[in-house]
């Protein structure tokens, strides 16, 4: 320490008065003439350089503790919530329908919004291996926005709670007699969508909006494609599903199916592994849809449990003997999605997947953007009517962001890129000019009183 530092602490000292004041019934100032007299006890005469590091090291006393660089422990509150979330905060009502069917008895399950008033029905179709609680986030985002629509969300069979009972003992094997061809999930979905009508007795059924994720977007396609709905079907919304890449991804199905884990110790660590994997971004969706996934299988009693984990838990439904389907699903999805009427759009997580045919078309659409740009305010009555009649014509938004499950990932985007979509193709908003020989019978009523 210099002469001139030291000088300077001996006078600040010298100006202290020699016992510090003590606060009545407060042992703080003792405390602190303590912890002063220790400081100033440590200040050496000597102004060697080893001196001077030795006071700088002595006014700082670390904290004795054997835990002072122990990984801090994280609160309740902290920790991510991996517990099931109930249906009843996304829908309103779900429903059993029982039909007879070639393969038995088959319960439908869906869930179920109503429409208010003239509101028009979102009716979502899942992927392989999910189920309709995949769309209940969404579901509530598309409430939100629209709060008048209704949404109409089935388990497709051998999906979540629907279920095919068999007249036949062999048939009851799992995956048996499993009849997933799009042919009959569209035949399921026209199915739900009548009974629905006849149940609350709608005498027309409101506008329609098909959503389908993957092969609900195959399911979807095929049933705007068919027709049966009429002109109810105001138009189809694909998620995350092309023909091009879908059949690329079925030669490595099989591998992905083989690495994910066959079963979980419980429901919660089934939600952990979906968003840890990214399978799912998003976990208030993964809660309340991972749990319609798995199926309650308790461990035998004769194993090991010593060697073998305890997987109480394992997937409801077989993706590997849905193999025989797959092409079926996707062959042709490119051109129906295009020819199908109504208004088409195409929801991705990237422009790579877009096939030959969905660049021509939307190269064809931009072209129709460009024509129409001039006469803004007759595109807003008639652009939806005249472009959705051309081939080709559909509506893209890319999500770079989000993952598989778009609609899981990010539901509040999802939600208002269909409420736009809607809005654009609701026939009953158009407002058409009024016709000339109107115009003229009032121009002549009002010069002839």
Same mark, same amino acid.
Do not use: C
């Given at each position: 320490m210099s002469d001139l530092q030291r000088s300077f602490i001996k006078a600040k000292l010298a100006s202290l008065p020699m016992e510090a004041p003590m606060l009545p019934g407060s042992m703080e100032g003792e405390e602190e003439l303590d912890a002063f007299t220790e400081?100033?006890?440590?200040?050496?005469?000597?102004?060697?350089?080893?001196?001077?590091?030795?006071?700088?090291?002595?006014?700082?006393?670390?904290?004795?503790?054997?835990?002072?660089?122990?990984?801090?422990?994280?609160?309740?509150?902290?920790?991510?919530?991996?517990?099931?979330?109930?249906?009843?905060?996304?829908?309103?009502?779900?429903?059993?329908i029982e039909r007879k069917t070639a393969d038995g008895l088959l319960t439908q399950h869906v869930y179920i919004t109503l429409p208010i008033s003239s509101g028009p029905l979102f009716v979502t179709h899942h992927g392989a291996g999910s189920s309709g609680l995949s769309f209940a986030a969404l579901a509530l985002e598309l409430?939100?926005?629209?709060?008048?629509?209704?949404?109409?969300?089935?388990?497709?069979?051998g999906h979540g709670g629907t279920v095919i009972h068999s007249d036949t003992a062999q048939g009851e094997e799992r995956g048996q007699r499993l009849d997933l061809s799009l042919r009959t999930l569209g035949n399921d979905m026209l199915d739900v969508i009548r009974h629905v009508q006849a149940k609350f007795e709608w005498a027309d059924l409101p506008g329609l909006i098909l959503v389908g994720h993957s092969l609900g977007g195959a399911v979807v396609t095929d049933v705007a494609k068919g027709g049966h709905l009429s002109d109810r079907v105001l138009g189809y919304a694909v998620l995350d599903v092309v023909e091009g890449s879908a059949i690329d991804a079925l030669q490595s199905m099989q591998t992905y199916l083989s690495t994910r884990p066959s079963g979980f110790p419980s429901i919660s660590s089934a939600i952990e592994w979906h968003i840890r994997s990214r399978t799912l971004r998003n976990l208030s969706s993964a809660r309340v849809s991972v749990p319609s996934l798995l199926l309650h299988t308790p461990f035998a009693s004769n194993t090991d449990s010593r060697s073998v984990p305890h997987r109480d838990w394992s997937w409801r439904t077989d993706l590997a003997a849905t193999q025989?389907?797959?092409?079926?699903?996707?062959?042709?999805?490119?051109?129906?999605?295009?020819?199908?009427?109504?208004?088409k759009l195409?929801?991705?997580?990237?422009? *790579?997947?877009?096939?030959?045919?969905?660049?021509?078309? #939307?190269? /064809?659409?931009?072209?129709?953007?460009?024509? $129409?740009?001039?006469?803004?305010?007759?595109?807003?009555?008639?652009?939806? *009517?005249?472009?959705?009649?051309?081939?080709?014509?559909? #509506?893209? /938004?890319?999500?770079?962001?989000?993952?598989? $499950?778009?609609?899981?990932d990010l539901p509040e985007r999802t939600a208002m890129i269909l409420v736009d979509f809607l809005r654009r193709n609701d026939r009953s908003a158009l407002v058409l000019p009024p016709k000339v020989g109107d115009i003229l019978k009032k121009k002549q009523h009002v010069s002839n009183p």
């Open positions: 400081l100033r006890s440590d200040i050496p005469d000597d102004d060697s350089s080893s001196a001077s590091s030795t006071s700088s090291t002595g006014t700082i006393r670390p904290i004795q503790s054997k835990e002072l660089f122990a990984r801090p422990q994280s609160t309740s509150a902290e920790r991510p919530a991996y517990e099931q979330l109930p249906w009843s905060n996304y829908f309103s009502q779900e429903l059993y409430r939100k926005a629209l709060p008048e629509a209704g949404v109409l969300s089935l388990d497709a069979r025989p389907f797959w092409e079926n699903w996707f062959i042709g999805l490119s051109k129906k999605f295009l020819e199908a009427k109504g208004g195409l929801l991705l997580a990237g422009t *790579d997947r877009l096939d030959k045919d969905l660049m021509i078309g #939307q190269m /064809q659409g931009v072209f129709m953007d460009i024509a $129409f740009a001039t006469l803004e305010s007759f595109r807003n009555t008639l652009k939806a *009517d005249i472009s959705n009649s051309l081939t080709g014509r559909y #509506q893209l /938004q890319v999500f770079p962001e989000a993952g598989h $499950f778009i609609h899981e």
